[in-house]
Each structure stands twice: as C-alpha cells, then as structure tokens.
C-alpha cells in the first residue's frame, strides 16, 4: 500500500516556475515507478512525466520536454516535478500516482489505468 500526498501547487505568473513534490508512505515507495498527470477543467487527465524506481529512466509528454522535470529521492520517499516558463494552459490539477516498475518497463507509463495509487492533486493555475 501507498498512500500519496502532494503539495507546492499555486498561482504564478506565465514565465514562472513552481515545484511540485508528491510526499509517499509505504515501506516500497522504491518499488514503483511513478509518474505525474495532470487534468484542466472540462478536459481529460493527461500524462505529464514519469521516472522509473532508479530515477535513471524518465519520460516527458511533447508539450512539457525542455520545461519540466521530473526527479525522485527514494530516501526521502518523494517525488518531484519542476516546472519552468510555465504557461496559462498549463493550469490544470496536477495529481501523482505510482506504477508497478514491470509496467514502467514495459511502456505503460502513460496509461493512468495501470497506476495503482494516486495523490489527491494540487491545484496549478497560470495567469497570463
């Protein structure tokens, strides 16, 4: 079982940048890949990022690649997103979740239905 908390969402100016971190307790946190999704009003969740239990391996959507980051500190049992020059259609609510690292392996990291866990979100929002 994992249970996932995050924090560090906020409003900021188009350009700027914030750092999402999603908090886990559960004794294999290291186990699972874990990715970041995010879901504008009136739109579907998307994916975000991803980054395999090791932290060597990560995954970016298009529209984040050269903006955002995603990083992990499995000591600490978290997982980090950084997001610079962020843009008003970057509003959206920005949730966590972790996969089991066979399924990162093979590909599903973009699927949110293989995730088994999800934070509850933190709200991002963009003024231009």
């Known amino acids: 079982q994992v249970q996932l908390v995050e924090s560090g969402g906020g409003l900021v100016q188009a350009g700027g940048s914030l750092r999402l971190s999603c908090a886990a307790s559960?004794?294999?946190?290291?186990?699972?890949?874990m990715g970041w999704f995010r879901q504008a009003p009136g739109k579907e969740r998307e994916f975000v990022a991803a980054?395999?239990?090791?932290?060597?391996?990560?995954y970016y959507a298009d529209s984040v690649k050269g903006r955002f980051t995603i990083s992990r500190d499995n000591a600490a049992n978290t997982v980090y997103l950084q997001m610079n020059s962020l843009q008003p259609e970057a509003t959206a609510g920005y949730y966590c979740?972790?996969?089991?690292?066979?399924?990162?392996?093979?590909?599903?990291?973009?699927?949110?239905?293989?995730?088994?866990?999800w934070g509850q979100g933190t709200q991002v929002t963009v003024s231009s």
């Open positions: 979740a972790a996969l089991q690292h066979e399924l990162y392996y093979s590909g599903s990291y973009f699927r949110e239905t293989e995730y088994d866990y």
């Open positions: 980054i395999a239990w090791s932290g060597g391996s990560t």
């Open positions: 559960g004794r294999t946190f290291n186990r699972y890949g």
